[in-house]
């Protein structure tokens, strides 16, 4: 397996305009997390879903952010409208819920620059 | 808020071991610890993880004291590629992974 993909790896938009991040997780795993890291607050966790359905959002900022898992192999993360204190990297990251307590694998993450 | 303490920052002397610790007093007995790395813009990576008994995989070994408050890291022969941040996690089963600042880890040639 190629690991967890995300892409686009790097993104720069005008304030105001939507951006959308996609998120291939690890084929077989069940859940699948996104996180957000910046200098000032570490990595934060924004969303996590189980089985496509959405478990946690008491991470997600503000309206203006959305997430989506339409199926077990694509996720999405929407901002609309983007600002600039949303640039950071996002990291989505996956995990299968199997007999043990298995570790979750992260994608190379996106690099969000709004200007 | 992370569940647990690490030291902000330490050195390690290329080849030699490098002891990360971290204090997790209030763990519960569920709670599984685990250890990631993050290489500077890199994703974080996994590194290992354990219950209550010691581990040891191809990277690193985990020691947890017996009364599961303490744990620590040791990269046996740590190389330059090693320096990166260091984050010790306690999750429960099906939970997400919450992290802390961790400890960055500087080896010197």
């Known amino acids: 397996d190629a690991g967890v993909i995300q892409s686009p790896r790097h993104e720069v938009t005008e304030m105001g305009q939507e951006v959308t991040l996609r998120c291939k997780p690890i084929s077989g795993h069940d859940y699948l997390f996104w996180y957000r890291q910046t200098m000032m607050r570490g990595l934060e966790l924004l969303i996590y879903?189980?089985?496509?359905?959405?478990?946690?959002d008491s991470g997600m900022p503000e309206d203006r952010f959305s997430a989506k898992m339409p199926n077990a192999s694509f996720s999405t993360l929407k901002i609309q409208p983007s600002e600039p204190r949303d640039s950071a990297v996002y990291f989505c990251?996956?995990?299968?819920?199997?007999?043990?307590?298995?570790?979750?694998?992260f994608g190379q993450g996106t690099r969000l620059t709004v200007v | 808020d992370a569940k647990t303490t690490q030291p902000p920052s330490m050195d390690c002397a290329e080849g030699r071991a490098a002891n990360l610790p971290c204090n997790h007093s209030t763990i519960s007995g569920n709670e599984y610890v685990y250890w990631y790395r993050q290489i500077h813009s890199q994703g974080p990576q996994y590194i290992i993880h354990?219950?209550?008994n010691n581990e040891t995989n191809e990277m690193a070994s985990l020691i947890i004291t017996e009364d599961r408050k303490s744990s620590t890291l040791i990269l046996p022969h740590a190389t330059l590629r090693d320096t990166a941040v260091y984050y010790c996690?306690?999750?429960?089963?099906?939970?997400?992974?919450?992290f802390g600042p961790g400890t960055r880890l500087s080896v010197l040639p």
């Open positions: 990251a996956s995990s299968f819920a199997g007999q043990m307590n298995t570790e979750a694998f």
């Open positions: 996690i306690v999750r429960v089963y099906g939970q997400n992974f919450v």
């Open positions: 354990g219950l209550k």
């Open positions: 879903f189980n089985n496509n359905v959405p478990i946690d």
